[in-house]
């Protein structure tokens, strides 16, 4: 019965990548117990996993915890080849994508007309607060040649882990991320024509694993390109958040970013009006939204905080919500949090018995 005890407080050890019980992914091979000495038999995914320390000092807490438990034994080793296999082919399943048209993530394509108006600060401090409410996030940089979101939040030099075939992100503020920026070096310039970002973008959504997601952002390059031409045709299904700044100016283009969401299939859901004050001029956010006919979502003030979060790689929402950005930002996190998933036309992961 101890045994048993010990089994289910390892049920709530989570592994930090993977984000699934270690019991769930067959890593605990074997429980014992004698007297008050349990013993543990951890298989880990891949050898240097970089959870690895996550995960032993979490089953230590999680196992002490068991009444008459007073010692353990972890024994750590690494999966063999075929339960690596196993564990992919289960998380993978049968599906070609994580995010085809079935799924019940909602996908939010960050986009502006022109650079310069802090889409992408915005963006990653947006997944922040969505992570603060308790969802599940996760993070494209689609960006490939202005790609910033790994410095954004604070996780440059950081690199995906390999199980199999699949990526696992690393996580920043309870964000699963991926960028481009994690495969070459911060002073590489990216110089690809269409197919290669086509399949990049591509490859990001079939080969890392982000689990079972409430939402997806993606932080689009500025523009009407390549990248957004194939986000519409990877996500047709993705809805679009368009970003400007009050200048007359900055909405012209950002319109024409919306119609090309529009073009794809995608829904423009509404308009974010980044940098809001005098210093910018005025009215550019609500003529990008009345020409597109969609709503103003938020207005974000100009703000020191939320840029030197970016800089120092420590979101302004995590690092002081109480700044006025900050607290638009999260308002705009609590709105796109309440928003309900529609389930029409969709097929559920169920079956009739």
Same mark, same amino acid.
């Given at each position: 019965?101890?045994?048993?005890?010990?089994?289910?407080?390892?049920?709530?050890?989570?592994?930090?990548?993977?984000?699934?019980? &270690?019991? @769930? !992914? =067959?890593? $605990?091979?074997? +429980?014992?117990?004698?007297?008050? #000495?349990?013993?543990?038999?951890? /298989? *880990?995914?891949?050898?240097?996993?970089?959870?690895?320390?996550?995960?032993?000092?979490?089953?230590?807490?999680?196992?002490?915890?068991?009444?008459? &438990?007073? @010692? !353990? =034994?972890? $024994?750590?080793? +690494?999966?063999?080849?075929?339960? #690596?296999?196993?564990?992919?082919? /289960? *998380?993978?399943?049968?599906?070609?994508?994580?995010?085809?048209?079935?799924?019940?993530?909602?996908?939010?394509?960050?986009?502006?007309?022109?650079?310069?108006?802090?889409?992408?600060?915005?963006?990653?401090?947006?997944?922040?607060?969505?992570?603060?409410?308790?969802?599940?996030?996760?993070?494209?940089?689609?960006?490939?040649?202005?790609?910033?979101?790994?410095?954004?939040?604070?996780?440059?030099?950081?690199?995906?882990?390999?199980?199999?075939?699949?990526?696992?992100?690393?996580?920043?503020?309870?964000?699963?991320?991926?960028?481009?920026?994690?495969?070459?070096?911060?002073?590489?310039?990216?110089?690809?024509?269409?197919?290669?970002?086509?399949?990049?973008?591509?490859?990001?959504?079939?080969?890392?694993?982000?689990?079972?997601?409430?939402?997806?952002?993606?932080?689009?390059?500025?523009?009407?390109?390549?990248?957004?031409?194939?986000?519409?045709?990877?996500?047709?299904?993705?809805?679009?958040?368009?970003?400007?700044?009050?200048?007359?100016?900055?909405?012209?283009?950002?319109?024409?970013?919306?119609?090309?969401?529009?073009?794809?299939?995608?829904?423009?859901?509404?308009?974010?009006?980044?940098?809001?004050?005098?210093?910018?001029?005025?009215?550019?956010?609500?003529?990008?939204?009345?020409?597109?006919?969609?709503?103003?979502?938020?207005?974000?003030?100009?703000?020191?905080?939320?840029?030197?979060?970016?800089?120092?790689?420590?979101?302004?929402?995590?690092?002081?919500?109480?700044?006025?950005?900050?607290?638009?930002?999260?308002?705009?996190?609590?709105?796109?949090?309440?928003?309900?998933?529609?389930?029409?036309?969709?097929?559920?992961?169920?079956?009739?018995?």
């Amino acid at each position: 019965m101890t045994s048993d005890a010990v089994r289910a407080a390892l049920a709530h050890v989570v592994d930090p990548e993977i984000r699934r019980p &270690i019991t @769930e !992914l =067959d890593m $605990v091979r074997a +429980v014992t117990v004698d007297g008050s #000495r349990a013993t543990v038999d951890l /298989r *880990l995914t891949i050898i240097g996993c970089p959870a690895a320390e996550t995960i032993e000092r979490d089953i230590r807490a999680a196992v002490l915890t068991v009444p008459g &438990i007073d @010692e !353990l =034994d972890l $024994v750590v080793g +690494v999966m063999t080849v075929p339960e #690596r296999e196993a564990l992919v082919a /289960r *998380l993978r399943g049968t599906r070609t994508t994580q995010f085809g048209p079935d799924t019940l993530t909602k996908i939010y394509a960050v986009t502006s007309g022109k650079g310069g108006v802090g889409k992408s600060t915005l963006t990653a401090n947006l997944a922040v607060a969505l992570a603060a409410t308790g969802l599940k996030v996760g993070l494209i940089d689609a960006d490939v040649f202005g790609f910033s979101i790994p410095g954004i939040l604070g996780i440059v030099g950081e690199k995906p882990t390999k199980v199999g075939d699949l990526m696992m992100p690393p996580v920043a503020h309870g964000v699963s991320v991926i960028s481009i920026g994690m495969f070459v070096d911060g002073s590489t310039a990216v110089s690809w024509r269409g197919p290669l970002l086509h399949r990049t973008i591509q490859q990001f959504l079939t080969d890392v694993w982000f689990g079972d997601l409430d939402v997806l952002l993606l932080d689009l390059p500025p523009g009407t390109g390549d990248v957004a031409i194939s986000i519409g045709q990877l996500l047709p299904h993705a809805e679009v958040l368009v970003v400007t700044t009050p200048q007359p100016a900055a909405a012209d283009v950002a319109e024409r970013s919306g119609l090309v969401a529009r073009q794809t299939g995608q829904t423009v859901i509404g308009v974010i009006e980044n940098m809001t004050g005098e210093l910018f001029g005025s009215g550019g956010g609500d003529a990008v939204a009345a020409r597109l006919d969609v709503p103003v979502l938020a207005r974000i003030p100009l703000s020191v905080g939320l840029r030197e979060g970016g800089d120092t790689g420590t979101p302004v929402v995590f690092a002081d919500p109480s700044d006025p950005a900050a607290v638009a930002i999260l308002s705009l996190a609590a709105t796109l949090a309440a928003r309900t998933r529609d389930l029409a036309g969709r097929k559920l992961p169920i079956s009739p018995r």
